[in-house]
């Protein structure tokens, strides 16, 4: 008999930022929010009141708020926990033609991950060397089209004429345009919808909304799509939005102040920080996210991660073709990028 070690199904796991524990770290190595979420999430919290029972399984407050937020029907929003669920949901719904999914090489390293899981042929289209898609990539026979803008890790926004150029040429298979940072810059395709049937639009409340904790993402769509990802959600989890995700979800998407508010403090603090590392001699595309993928024309970024690490401060290095002598830096506030900046110049001009 065959050991039951056989039937393991073997993949390569997504390995996520790291999360330090030790007190007194200025921690921008994941892309989280520096900010405190809405004060109104807070007090949603004294309106959670059914823990004893299941949540509604098609979480209707939230998708409510979210589709009147961006001026959709309610069933052109589906809701899941954190864009990372949404995108597997998508993966397994959409991607079964038999043909290779096309994204990106250098891209969000979760989607090769799902690939594998879900026994999805991809293929990776290089980005050029300043780190931009090219349209003409993905014009070719595909199970579907999948790439997030601004991209991750390098920041590098594609224009919405370029995404228009994307969809123009893959009309008969799925394009999934995951937008988790587009809050901090760029035109997001949600326009687009109602010209393309066969377009995902995916955001996340984890990084401009401050939310990371709490697990919230969400795809917008024509009806079709959205049914069909939710059949398959309920074919296997009927309650995946808990309680208090519903519940502070809708609290902090109806508080358009505070967001505005926090987002427009992350955009001036990444507009300093940028051109502060231009004059240490960094090189970098443009960052449309809340993040910056840099490189050092003289010290190695991998010294330059250790060396941070020391003095307490979590940066991310990925040691991958291409992007080895990268680190992608997360906007935090305006002391603590201050407090990098001066541990930057230190190294680099002792």
């Not at 991750?152 to 298979?173: F, K, Q």
């Not at 024509?222 to 989890?237: I, Q, R």
């Not at 024309?297 to 291409?322: D, G, H, M, Q």
């Amino acid at each position: 008999m065959k050991s039951w070690r056989d039937n393991i199904r073997n993949v390569v796991p997504y390995t996520p930022g790291e999360q330090p524990k030790e007190d007194g770290v200025i921690k921008l190595n994941t892309n989280e929010n520096p900010y405190p979420p809405s004060p109104k999430v807070l007090e949603a919290m004294n309106h959670i009141k059914n823990l004893r029972k299941y949540p509604d399984p098609a979480a209707a407050d939230l998708t409510e708020a979210i589709s009147s937020y961006y001026g959709l029907n309610r069933d052109e929003v589906f809701v899941g926990v954190g864009s990372d669920d949404v995108l597997a949901i998508a993966f397994l719904t959409f991607f079964n033609s038999g043909r290779p999914v096309f994204f990106p090489d250098i891209t969000y390293s979760f989607y090769d991950v799902w690939a594998g899981l879900f026994q999805i042929p991809y293929e990776t289209k290089a980005l050029d060397d300043e780190f931009g898609i090219r349209a003409g990539d993905y014009y070719g026979e595909n199970g579907g089209v999948i790439f997030p803008n601004p991209n991750a890790p390098t920041g590098a926004l594609l224009e919405l004429e370029t995404v228009r150029d994307i969809l123009d040429h893959n009309r008969d298979v799925l394009v999934i345009v995951d937008e988790a940072y587009i809050d901090f810059g760029g035109e997001s395709a949600r326009s687009l919808i109602p010209e393309y049937d066969n377009l995902l639009v995916v955001q996340t409340y984890s990084k401009s909304r401050s939310l990371a904790g709490l697990r919230i993402g969400y795809a917008m769509g024509n009806k079709e799509l959205v049914k069909a990802m939710n059949d398959v959600k309920y074919s296997f989890n009927s309650y995946t939005m808990n309680e208090p995700a519903i519940v502070m979800g809708r609290a902090a998407i109806e508080d358009e102040a505070y967001f505005q508010k926090t987002r427009e403090k992350i955009i001036k603090t990444r507009e300093w920080f940028q051109e502060e590392l231009r004059n240490m001699g960094f090189s970098f595309a443009d960052s449309k996210a809340n993040f910056v993928f840099a490189s050092h024309e003289s010290i190695p970024a991998k010294e330059l991660f250790e060396a941070a690490k020391r003095e307490k401060i979590y940066v991310r290095y990925f040691n991958k073709p291409r992007i080895d002598n990268y680190l992608r830096i997360t906007i935090g506030t305006d002391d603590e990028m201050q407090t990098l900046a001066e541990f930057l110049k230190k190294q680099i001009r002792p």
